[in-house]
């Protein structure tokens, strides 16, 4: 399965964005996906996770209330809606799937896509 990322961009704090997770070559629905971040010079960080059925979802504290996972199984598309978005979320976000019904445990995500990047000026 490939994965992409896309709909980062530069905005300016307190905008918005939505990024999109696609997959080709296998069915999103059968996997659950993650979204995760990595800043310059910072680890890659788990952001939140959806179950293959959309019906369970984990946020990270310093994002809750601000940012929402969702899927589109018929897309094959998973989506971030990050609002109220701070400097600090500025990094390369990553969508990633795990073989599992859900799961937020970083070691669990085994195939990953390239990144986008998202930067949120002051």
């Known amino acids: 399965v490939q994965l992409q990322a896309s709909g980062g961009g530069l905005v300016q704090a307190g905008g918005s964005l939505r990024l999109s997770c696609t997959a080709s070559?296998?069915?999103?629905?059968?996997?659950?996906v993650g979204w995760f971040r990595q800043a310059p010079g910072k680890e890659r960080e788990f952001v939140c996770a959806?179950?293959?059925?959309?019906?369970?979802?984990a946020y990270v504290d310093f994002v809750k209330g601000r940012f929402t996972v969702s899927r589109d199984d018929a897309k094959n598309a998973v989506y971030l809606q990050m609002n109220n978005l701070k400097p600090e979320d500025t990094a390369v976000y990553y969508c990633?799937?795990?073989?599992?019904?859900?799961?937020?445990?970083?070691?669990?995500?085994?195939?990953w896509g390239q990144g986008t990047q998202v930067t949120v000026s002051s």
């Open positions: 990633a799937l795990a073989q599992k019904p859900f799961s937020s445990d970083y070691s669990d995500f085994d195939s």
């Open positions: 070559g296998r069915a999103v629905s059968l996997y659950a």
């Open positions: 959806v179950s293959w059925t959309g019906s369970e979802t």
